[in-house]
């Protein structure tokens, strides 16, 4: 095969793989920015190993069906690698399945304390919102990892601390 060849055979093929990222992306429902990130992950990983998913294809199949798999298996591990896996606080266990549910909305899900209690008062809550904003209070601090562009940063560098001193001004005096 002529060099010429092989480069309009890869050139094919990253068009193929685009369409199938983009198809995988839908598929599992990625925000725009996710499925932007995701791709260009793939993307960069194809010239780190040498293109070496386009010579591991042996014919068997599709060539789109094994990308999809490929490409699967990438998300998986694009997911694992920036969103880690959520895991409750001790603090959350031992103040009860309430406090674990509170735990989660407000620090996985992202959502305010407010939100959150009505969540829990709609679910036939047993406590009080006055208990539920102590189980909040005695719940530790976490931070929910998020992407900032650098231009939002230099309008406003304190913003995320500021956000949490408010919400908990308890914890953070000064």
Known sequence: MSTAAALVDTSERLAILTKVISRVARSK???YADSEDFGQSVHLRMPERN???FTRFSGRGSFEAFLTTVVHRMLVDWRN???PRWRPS?????LGAEA???ERIIY???FPLTTAIEVLKASHSQHTTETLQDFFYRLPVRFHPQAVSLDE????PNRRTEHWTQRNPIRHTS
């Open 29 to 31: 429902r990625l925000a």
């Open 51 to 53: 293109y070496d998913i």
């Open 81 to 83: 690698r920036t969103r």
């Open 90 to 94: 001790a603090a959350a266990k031992r």
């Open 100 to 102: 674990l549910i509170l």
């Open 108 to 110: 996985r899900d992202g």
């Open 153 to 156: 940063l230099e309008r406003e």
